[in-house]
Structures are given as C-alpha cells and as structure tokens.
C-alpha cells in the first residue's frame, strides 16, 4: 500500500476523530473547567489577589479554542497512526488492516497520553504556578519520549522474541519488560502536586476523568475509522489481489 495513501486516510481519521473528541471535551471536561475557574476567583478574593489576566476569552476558549486544539491534535495523531500503520502492516499478526490500525492507535493511547497521564495527571487551566511551567513542560514531554522509545523497544523485543518462545509468551516478556522500565521511570523521575489547599477534589477528579475520556474516545476513534478507511483504498485491493493470485 502507498504511504501517500494511507496518510490522507489517516489525517482523514484523525480529523474525524477530533470531532468525536470535541463532543465529549464538551459535555465531560468543559463543564469541570469552568467550576475550576470559580473555585479560583473565589481563592483570590479569599487572598485579595488580582486575578490572573486573561489573554484569551473564557468564551474562546471554550469554544473555537477548544475545537480548533482538537481537531489539530486529532489530524496530527491520525497522521501519526498511518504512518505506524504502513510499518505494522503485516508484521504483527493475521490481523488485517482493521485490527493492525486498532493496535497502533491502542499503542499510540498507552504511549503518548497513558503513560504521562499515570504519573502527571491532567489539571484543570487553575492549578498550577507560572514560574514552574517550563519544568512541569519539561519532565511531562521528557516522560512522553522515554514512553514512546519504551513501547518501540518492547514490541521489537516481543518481535524478536517470537521464533524462540512464540507469539503469546513473547508477548507477555515485551509487555512485562515494558511494566519494569515505566516503573523505574516513575520512582527515578520528580514528583509533581501543585493543586492548591481547598480545591474541591470532585472537580478535580471529574476534569481527569474527562480528560482521559477525551483521550480514549480519540485514540479509539481514530482506530476504528482507519482500518475500514484502508481497506477501501485502491492501495489494498491491489495488495489482495496479488495476495489470492500467489
């Protein structure tokens, strides 16, 4: 299958993706965004602080800030999942383009959003200091890279694992390997609690879980249109035909 033409039908994934994620962005993360919001301006006032200025909108924000974010990062990780896609295909199994585009999106969830979220969870826009945000940025996408490179590592490791032990307990040594390096990972690297004395831990929890469910419902989606979107390209119609005709 042309590279070309599975990266058009990723990043066409990846937008529609973004559109499902908008949907539940709305209805699950918005509205604890918005109560987190309050919950600080009632801080200051309880402090008699300023409150932070505001560069962009709160109505922006919600609105084509939000879905703008979304259908970038959906197009982008939809570009991204094509492309594993065009190296996964057919090495991983019998599992046809369906299955082959839910395991990489599945892999991509763990690797770029999972592994970060369990150690640095998401907080709403009010929580955190300004004179730590290059930190906080560093060590998030420095923990992002080692999980990525981590889940390269163990799938080639299982691959090559394969011949000697076979499929399922290579599988189980990749992914065990896989546990124990994350876990050293997160002893080795900083802990992270900016959340103020008083924030309601319900809006907290509810804005994480929202956040993770933006997430999952992105990945996931992602996965699900891709495969069907690739069997339907002139790209892999070619490539079964030529498979029946051996």
Known sequence: ??????????????LLAGLLALGVAEVLGEPQVSRAI???SQ?????????????????VQSTAGLATGLLVIGTAFGGLVALAFAFAYGRIGRVGPKGTSLAVAAAGF???????????PANP??????TTIDHRTEIYFGLMLISILTTI????LGRRLTTRFGAWNATLI?????????????????????VPAGFPATTLWRFRLGSLATQLALWTA?????????ERSAGYRRHQALAASR
Do not use: C, W
């Open 1 to 14: 299958m042309v590279v070309r033409d599975l990266l058009t039908r990723g990043l066409l994934a990846g």
């Open 38 to 40: 309050a919950v600080e």
């Open 43 to 59: 801080l200051f006032k309880q402090e008699h602080k300023a409150p932070t200025p505001v560069v962009v909108s709160r109505d």
């Open 110 to 120: 763990v690797a770029i959003y999972l592994i970060p979220f369990l150690k640095y």
């Open 125 to 130: 826009p009010s929580i955190g200091q300004a």
């Open 153 to 156: 590592g163990a799938v080639i």
């Open 174 to 194: 990749a992914a065990g390997a896989f546990v124990a390096v994350i876990a050293v990972v997160f002893v080795v690297m900083p802990g992270l609690n900016e």
């Open 222 to 230: 992602i996965g699900l249109i891709l495969g069907p979107l690739t």
